[in-house]
């Protein structure tokens, strides 16, 4: 199975912050990356596809970049309704397989 | 509205079984293929199965092969996950979620609210 590590697992930022999460994969996994935004007792919501595609509906604060094996989600702006845990998830295996998460928390 | 609606979750003793439910509304759903997700108590997400829109093609996690089955059936706009031998390290909230329309390159853009399965004695 392909593996996805996140980092870091924890941060804590305030609003206005810039925000970077990375996630490695241990193969190359081309841009087949998505990231998803979780609040607590919520179900997962995409933010990104494809590596850097901005899903419908999602604040162009939010952006993703890489290929190959290492990537990154990128908040511009933190605003308070962005405190929540994020995944990342490969689709290039069919085994599908998501980071371990990174929570943000205010600091 | 787009949505999924899961249902069947519970408490059930080790060894038992469980089928869970997902239904599907808002979308044409014979077009879609499916996955189930899961996730522990205060733990990250893990992936447990994918069908394809016609039930041709059908993948596990290694954690649940030979011991779930997903299934569909499109008629009834309906996703199915039948768990046997249920451990306690199953014990999860179970989603069902839609995988984007132009392939699963693009994600999972629906998911539903999950439903809770508890194995314990």
């Known amino acids: 199975d392909i593996q996805m590590t996140q980092s870091p697992s924890s941060l804590s930022a305030s609003v206005g912050d810039r925000v970077t999460i990375t996630c490695r994969a241990s193969q190359s996994i081309s841009s087949y990356l998505s990231w998803y935004q979780q609040k607590p007792g919520k179900a997962p919501k995409l933010l990104i596809y494809a590596a850097s595609s901005l899903q419908s509906g999602v604040p162009s604060r939010f952006s993703g970049s890489g290929s190959g094996t290492d990537f990154t989600l990128t908040i511009s702006s933190l605003q308070p309704e962005d405190f929540a845990a994020y995944y990342c998830q490969q689709s290039y295996s069919a085994l599908l397989t998501f980071g371990g998460g990174t929570k943000v928390e205010i600091k | ?121």
Do not use: H
């Open chain 2, 1 to 121: 509205e787009v949505q999924l609606v899961e249902s069947g979750g519970g408490l059930v003793q080790p060894g038992g079984s469980l089928r869970l439910s997902c239904a599907a509304s808002g979308f044409t759903f014979s077009s879609c293929s499916m996955n189930w997700v899961r996730q522990a108590p205060g733990k990250g997400l893990e992936w447990v199965s994918y069908i394809s829109s016609g039930s041709s093609t059908i993948y596990y996690a290694g954690s649940v092969k030979g011991r779930f089955t997903i299934s569909r059936d499109n008629a009834k706009n309906s996703l199915y996950l039948q768990m046997n031998s249920l451990r306690d390290e199953d014990t999860a909230v179970y989603y069902c979620a839609r995988v984007a329309a132009a392939g699963t390159r693009y994600g999972m853009d629906v998911w539903g609210q999950g439903t809770t399965v508890t194995v314990s004695s």
